[in-house]
Structures are given as structure tokens and as C-alpha cells.
């Protein structure tokens, strides 16, 4: 297989207007930065995004909510960005947070397949309003669980460390978080690599999105990846 | 376990308390830590927990973007920008860790593999619900992991102010703000006490050195149970 494509521009040129799109990464760690400068340079409006957070100001997510591309954002913490709050206080843009397990889970099940999941998550909360729940025995003890789809996103967009042409995707570090469940869970999955490597040159046993969740690749180009919090102890 | 954990973490971070109470309670919540435990520590207080745990105890600290065996910040110089902790703080890792996807992350937290949480909260209730998340009209960032971890932990050790910085009591007969998580937590350490959550109510165990029972009940507005002699705590 080839699913190499030749850059961020070509890879979401079929991303239309208020498409649901993925986007892995946990703060500004594993972001898939080249994506995101070409979904802002084609300007697609009227976006749902669901990533973890919403980027800063001037970096990530954030850049798209600067160009007001994005309608609704499905979130599990979004602190750090300021246009962010005054587009969600204006009502110009929806937010949705969720558990940040609950946001992982639904990207899982949507990659394995199933409908839905259940987790305790949220269960005496507003995050409860309006799901139906089920009570199942854990250790002998009666405990209740909310039931949360699996996602339907059109694309799901995701930064890896290497891949190869086939699309199976290695990880970095804590850079790895949301991208490989939402590499699973796209109807289309675009992956972003630091590193793309000849086919066959990954070894198998190291792979960790297999090339089949994977539908068009390529290596990005000037990675910032930017730090937000830079924290050091003295020597 | 292969790992031990003792390192310093930046205790220079935003509270309103003095730094002598916020790591008197760290301290004392240290001493809750047991050999072997997997621990994930939340943002602010807990995290200077991390500078206590006693040398020579093998414990794995937890970090729920994708990491078991998370180490002290790294030396100026050497920062990697796809190694952090759920705070976004760049961080090490120590002999032995781990790294998975946020999936796995939560899904060790849900089957009660992690051993202890501890967190900080804006109000806890009589009967271990707590807040900590969302108030009302002011900017909401959403819950994060908290929901997930206070839903699923085996033992939930809160650390936090005893009173808000109107001089309200933080210990409730119920909770005012939105709720995190219900029936969850099992102990909470403050600049005052040391409590259990129990089926009666918030029971007092320990006050901090200095401080008498009497200041206790007046700070505590939920249900306290005081019984025999209450002894200080002893922090090293």
C-alpha cells in the first residue's frame, strides 16, 4: 500500500464546511501542527473539533478559532487560550466538555466498533443530564454507569512520531495521548509523521496504529513543537 | 516496582495559603503513601507530594496523559517538548516507566489499578461528594481527568484549604457547586486536620500542630464527629 500523500494542503483538500474533525493531542504535545496551518490557509468554516483541549492564542486549535472556523468544540479542558473564552461567553462558538476518559473512551469504541460504552464517569453530575444510565455489579458492590456513544467524526487528524507508507504509526513519549485511538476512530484518518520511512523499515512488533486505520500519510514539515509549560530544577 | 521517587518539584506555584501550610499538608499526606503504590497526583498540592514520599518506598506516580513513572522536572537545558505531565509541565521520566495512550490511561484508572488519587477541591461534602471543576458564572475549563479519577478511585485523599478566602467553611453538609463526583472521597487533609469521610458524617483524626478542636468544629460547617482526644499531627 501507498498512502503516501505530498503535504498537509493535499492531505485535508476534501475537508469541507462544517465537517466533524479529530485532532489528537494533549495541550500542544503531539498536535498535528501541519494540518492545522493548512486548515487554516483553506479556510473551512463551521468546523466541530474534538480534541482534548483547544490550543492557546496563537498556536494549535487556537489559530482556527482566531480565523473563526470553528463552530462547536467537544473538549475536556480548555484553559489556555483567551479568544476562546470570548468566543464561548459571546455564544459564537459551542463547547462541550466531557471526562477526559469519557473523551478517550468514545474515540475507542468508535475504533473497535461498538455503539457505546459505559463508564462512572460524571455519574450525580450535570454531565449525567440527559444520558441514560445502567447500575452493574463491581466487587460485589451495585454501582451505576452512564452510557456515551462511540464518536462519529468524518476525518480524524493525528501527529506521530515515524511511519511508513502503509500508515502504521509509532508514537513519542507522552506525545503518543489521544492520537492513536482517534487515528482508529476517523471515517478518514489523516497522519502527520516527523518521520516518514520506507516501507518494511518499522519493525512490527514496535507499531502502535496499525496502517490499516490509516488512510493518507506524510511527513510534516517545520515542527515548532511548542512547549507550554517549561518547567527545570536547578543542577 | 523498579522506580523510587524522591525529587523535588517546583513548590513555587500559585496558593493562596502560606508555604509552610501547603507543605505541612503535603507532608502529611505523604504518610498515607504506601510501598507499591501507584499514585496519580493532581495539580498544585498534591503535586509537592511527590517531594515527601519517603526515601527508600517504591511508588510509580501516574500521569494521566499517557505516563507511569513520572520523574522531577528536567535540568534546564534538557526539556522535551513531547514529555510532559497533565499539566502541561515539562517533566522526566524515572528507570522503569511507561508510556501508553490516554485510552489505557483511563482505563487503568477505571479498573482501580491505580492505588491512590489526591487532589485538591473547592468543597467537600459530608458524605465525600466533591467539587472542584466549574463556578457558576465565572470561566468554566472543564473537568479535565477529575470526573474520571474521583469516579473511579479506590482511595481519594483530598487536600485542600479548610476555609475559602471569605472564610467559609470548604467541609459541607452538602456541596454548593457543581458536583465532580459523588460518595467519593475518603480522606481529606487540611491546614487544620486530618478527617475521615464516614458513613456518620466528616470525622475528625488528627489536628495540625497548634491548632485546637474548637478552631476545628467552627471551620467545619458539615457534620464533624470528635471523639477522645484528638492528637496533633506528627510531621516530619
Known sequence: ?235 | MLTRCHFQINPFSNFQISMLDKIGIAKRIAKEIKDGYYVNLGIGIPTLVANYIPKGMNVVLQSENGLLGMGPFPFEGEEDSDLINAGKQTITTVPGSAFFDSAMSFGMIRSRKVNLTILGAMEVSENGDIANWKIPGKMVKGMGGAMDLVASAKNIIVAMQHVNKAGESKLLPNCDLPLTGIRCVKKIVTELAVLDVTPEGFKLLERAPGVTVDEIIKATLGRLIVEGDIPEMVID
Open chain 1, 1 to 235: 500500500m501507498n498512502k503516501t500523500v505530498k503535504n498537509a494542503d493535499e492531505a485535508i483538500k476534501d475537508i469541507q464546511d462544517y465537517a466533524t474533525i479529530m485532532l489528537g493531542g494533549f495541550g500542544l504535545c503531539g498536535i498535528p501542527e501541519n494540518c492545522i496551518t493548512a486548515l487554516v490557509k483553506k479556510g473551512v468554516k463551521g468546523l466541530t473539533c474534538i480534541s482534548n483541549n483547544a490550543g492557546v492564542d496563537n498556536f494549535g486549535i487556537g489559530l482556527m478559532l482566531n480565523t473563526r472556523q470553528v463552530k462547536k468544540m467537544i473538549s475536556s479542558y480548555v484553559g489556555e487560550n483567551e479568544e476562546f473564552e470570548r468566543q464561548m461567553l459571546s455564544g459564537e462558538l459551542e463547547v462541550e466538555l466531557i471526562p477526559q476518559g469519557t473523551l478517550a473512551t468514545r474515540c475507542l469504541a468508535a475504533g473497535y466498533g461498538m455503539p457505546a460504552i459505559y463508564t462512572p464517569a460524571g455519574v450525580g453530575t450535570e454531565v449525567a443530564i440527559g444520558k441514560e444510565s445502567r447500575k452493574f455489579m463491581v466487587e460485589g458492590v451495585e454501582k451505576e454507569f452512564l452510557m456515551e456513544m462511540a464518536f462519529d467524526a468524518d476525518f480524524a487528524i493525528v501527529k506521530a512520531w515515524k511511519g511508513d507508507p502503509h500508515g502504521n504509526l509509532i508514537f513519542r513519549e507522552t506525545a503518543r495521548n489521544f492520537n492513536p485511538m482517534m487515528a482508529m476512530a476517523g471515517k478518514i484518518t489523516i497522519a502527520e509523521v516527523e518521520e516518514l520511512v520506507p516501507a518494511g523499515s518499522l519493525d512490527p512488533d514496535q507499531i502502535h496504529t496499525p496502517g490499516i486505520y490509516v488512510h493518507r500519510i506524510f511527513q510534516g514539515v517545520n515542527y515548532e513543537k511548542r512547549i507550554e509549560q517549561r518547567t527545570v530544577r536547578k543542577r
